[in-house]
């Protein structure tokens, strides 16, 4: 009779584990674009096998400060979650003329209907967006400090900036006029659990 016995992991499975869990981390943006590093609450992790099949993440949001943003992992995509300062959100109707597609209604990155609004979210201080470029998948970085910058307008209002190909978003998501990025950052589907936890991946209550 054969040895059914498992073999134990072999030492890449376990750096590939480690990597992960280091990997989901809150990095907390302060408007002026400093950045600390605060850990995930593991409690809300999904298994490594519920998260490759594409489970829902629970994120807490409780200690999320105006003008923070934190980042937690679903489907192996960077989900943006950030608290808006009223003065971020005022900054919106001044880009709706700037992007190119205010209303989000390019269909390649279908937005849900509860975000199709002009800061394309279910609350207006909090904005949920992937954070990845949707001209080649690169990951744009934080600029939040309004005004003049290095590859950014003097008439700044503070978004994001893809560093690849030089791709500006604004603090809704949405891509400006005449960049390589062909569509708005993808909204995915989340729902709130109470005021101050959401689930990303699921929209409809079970």
């Known amino acids: 009779m054969s040895d059914s016995a498992t073999a134990p992991a072999g030492p890449g499975h376990v750096d590939k584990d480690r990597r992960t869990w280091i990997a989901i981390t809150c990095g907390a943006g302060a408007v002026g674009g400093v950045a600390v590093a605060v850990p995930f609450v593991s409690s809300f992790a999904p298994s490594e096998r519920a998260k490759a099949a594409g489970a829902p993440v629970q994120v807490d949001i409780s ?80 600029k939040f400090q309004p005004g003049a910058q290095p590859s ?25 006029k005449n960049k390589p990025a062909p569509d708005n950052l993808e909204v995915p589907p989340y729902m709130f659990l109470s005021d101050n936890v959401l689930l990303v991946g699921e929209d409809k209550k079970a």
């Open 63 to 142: 200690a999320l400060k105006p003008g923070e943003k934190l980042t937690v992992e679903w489907r192996g995509k960077p989900v943006w979650v950030m608290r808006r300062t009223p003065e971020q959100l005022e900054t919106l109707k001044k880009t709706d003329a700037l992007v190119a597609d205010p209303n989000s209604d390019r269909k390649a990155y279908p937005t849900p209907e509860y975000a199709k609004n002009e800061w394309r979210s279910i609350k207006p201080d909090v904005l949920v967006v992937v954070g990845i470029c949707s001209h080649l998948g690169c990951s744009p970085v934080d």
């Open 152 to 176: 950014l307008p003097d008439d700044w209002m503070g978004g994001f900036l893809c560093p690849c190909h030089g791709s500006t978003f604004d603090l809704a998501g949405r891509v400006f």
